[in-house]
């Protein structure tokens, strides 16, 4: 594979809030995101956004509720689809104090903190699951053992 371009991860995901800009500052405050550019539109509204977290990128959008021209579907928040359809991942240094920071700034923590071994084969981690105020599913994971 060629490399990918200077500070691109080779995978990124973006998802979708009613509320944008609010959930921006959101995951900032309350994971631990980092806002690497905020492209803004008309009153306010995100047109691109990338958060970094380490070397992870997730871009984060408004949802329309009505089909994306350049798209080709419909970009809906999980307030708006009535469902999560997706969860992200990301590893933590202190999946512990991770959660605990979360919960406190409004995180509904839906897995505790718990270890998944898999075996002396495989790896250990530690990991907590979270629903941010709009719905997504977040997995946050501190590696024990192995791999």
Known sequence: ???????????????????????????CEAYGFEV???????????VHSELTYGDGLV??????????????????????AGCNTQNLMVYVDDVDTHCAHARARGARIVAEPELHD???DYWADRSYGAIDPEGHLWWFTQRIRGG
Do not use: C, Q
């Open 1 to 27: 594979m060629k490399p990918t371009p200077a500070g691109w991860p080779r995978i990124s995901s973006g998802i979708y809030y009613r509320e944008a800009a609010k959930m921006i500052d959101w995951l």
């Open 36 to 46: 690497r550019l905020k492209v803004e539109g008309e009153g306010g509204s995100i």
């Open 59 to 80: 871009m984060v959008g408004a949802s329309t509720g009505e089909k994306a021209h350049r798209f080709e579907t419909t970009i809906r928040s999980p307030l708006d």
């Open 118 to 120: 898999y075996g002396d």
